[in-house]
């Protein structure tokens, strides 16, 4: 079957480094993506990544590893406004997403 | 208009009751698709269409239909709505020429009683 895991919730400290991790199973893989999703509004798109690897944007990174099926989220310097849900999908062989529940990040001053 | 719009905001409902939620983007995308969102769960897709005039059944399909008559709009209905279709609908679409990435609408929370 399909299924994408990743932890329900983290706690982080403001200016600080947090890893959300996810592993994946599909049928096909065409890619992972990364969303943001602030309380009570839609997600929004951070990342996609295909080939192994690092992808930096910023304060955000994106790691993935196809042979583990295996991929990260890195957030340096945290802000505030990073409390958000965080959620991983994977694109199976028909390029529909198979969505993770959500990493809920809470950050702490 | 910019980007996805979706109606309404938000509705209670008396079960039994038929319901269309609407669906309009603007950025010629292929492929939309509806979601629902539900506490602890993932983003569960409904139902989906690749291009206009075609559409697919997802994970959660009962109880739902669908349309595409045109590229811009996706309306959803739930043809005699039941207590656990209460839930946040979120429309998305994404186009293979802007590699795959889903744009989502702001949602639509219904209450259904």
């Known amino acids: 079957g399909q299924n994408i895991d990743q932890p329900t919730e983290m706690t982080a400290t403001e200016g600080a480094i947090v890893q959300i991790n996810c592993t994946y199973q599909?049928?096909?893989?065409?890619?992972l993506f990364w969303y943001q999703q602030h309380a009570g509004e839609a997600p929004t798109f951070l990342s996609y990544?295909?080939l192994d690897g690092l992808e930096e944007k910023g304060r955000f990174s994106s790691f993935l590893s196809r042979s583990k099926g295996y991929s990260y989220l890195l957030l340096k310097e945290l802000q505030m406004k990073d409390s958000a849900s965080y959620l991983c999908a994977a694109a199976d062989s028909n390029y529909q997403l198979i969505w993770g529940a959500g990493t809920k990040l809470i950050i702490k001053p | 208009i910019a980007g996805i719009t979706q109606a309404p905001t938000s509705q209670i409902l008396a079960a039994g009751r038929r319901m269309t939620l609407r669906c309009t983007q603007d950025m010629r995308h292929n492929a939309m698709y509806w979601y629902r969102q539900d506490l602890g769960l993932g983003l569960r897709l409904i139902h989906y269409s690749n291009t206009a005039g075609t559409t697919g059944k997802g994970e959660v399909p009962d109880g739902y239909s669908v349309s595409r008559a045109n590229t811009d709009d996706f309306p959803l209905t739930l043809a005699s709505a039941v207590p656990s279709q209460t839930s946040v609908y979120f429309c998305?679409?994404?186009?293979?020429?802007?590699?795959?990435?889903?744009?989502f609408g702001p949602g639509t929370r219904l209450t259904v009683l």
């Open positions: 998305a679409s994404s186009d293979s020429r802007e590699g795959n990435e889903q744009f």
């Open positions: 990544n295909v």
């Open positions: 599909t049928s096909g893989f065409n890619g």
